[in-house]
């Protein structure tokens, strides 16, 4: 697997200097930051998720060297703020996301004032992915129609909180995505392994589905998975394999 950490350089202090910054500005830039790198990792059939604003994980498998370092260069031309990265490889999505993250806390500091557009670690052989993309069963009738907003956000990330737990233990990588979807990253796994996400999510108050896809590449595994969300739909099964998974499951 490969990952690769972006990370905006200096930015808490940025934020504040000479003054703090209206939050708004703050949020629309992060959110524009998350768009841009998206479609260029999307670009190489990649997939990259809004994980803590100034910091945006993605799986790149199709990215080498040069194509990050054309992004960090277009980035560093439209915001007023830099952004580094590292890129990492594992066993698995959680062990590529730990390398990264290591390099590039090898390399300076997030507050580091030095610190500039660094783009660190290596790219690798990558085996195939797997990606399942969750959702929650019936979430109109249960949540949005009939509770609040708030309450609708706070019970279906919390049931995706306790799927991403579940699969981070096996070396996953979890994110919403918003509305009532899921989208983990994972190395094949069994079908217990979602048997068990299932589960945890259905003792933190959300009955959830999914469908599963596998690819050399991000993107080729997600649209795979989403066909397979869609088939679980018609089927009423919680757990839908693509044809292209394994036929055991």
């Known amino acids: 697997m490969q990952a690769t950490l972006f990370q905006l350089d200096n930015y808490g202090p940025w934020t504040t200097t000479p003054e703090p910054r209206p939050e708004m500005h703050l949020q629309t830039l992060q959110s524009r930051l998350y768009a841009d790198i998206a479609e260029a990792v999307g670009d190489h059939d990649g997939y990259a998720f809004y994980a803590r604003g100034d910091n945006i994980v993605a799986l790149t498998p199709g990215m080498d060297r040069s194509a990050h370092r054309d992004l960090l260069g277009r980035l560093d031309e439209d915001y007023p703020v830099s952004a580094s990265a590292a890129i990492g490889t594992g066993d698995t999505p959680r062990d590529a996301l730990a390398a990264a993250t290591a390099t590039l806390q090898e390399v300076g500091s997030a507050q580091d004032a030095d610190r500039r557009r660094v783009l660190a670690g290596e790219t690798g052989p990558t085996d195939a992915v797997e990606v399942a ?51 983990a990253v994972c190395s094949p796994l069994e079908r217990a392994a979602y048997e068990t996400a299932i589960d945890e999510a259905r003792s933190a108050g959300i009955d959830l589905r999914v469908g599963i896809g596998a690819g050399e590449v991000p993107t080729d595994a997600g649209i795979r998975a989403k066909h397979a969300l869609e088939r679980g739909r018609e089927t009423g099964k919680p757990i839908t394999p693509a044809a292209t998974a394994s036929a055991e499951r």
């Open 133 to 183: 993309h969750f959702d929650v069963v019936d979430a109109t009738g249960e949540f949005t129609d009939t509770t609040d907003a708030y309450t609708a956000y706070r019970s279906i990330t919390g049931g995706m909180a306790a799927v991403a737990d579940s699969l981070a233990d096996r070396g996953g990588l979890t994110f919403f995505v918003g509305g009532d979807n899921a989208i």
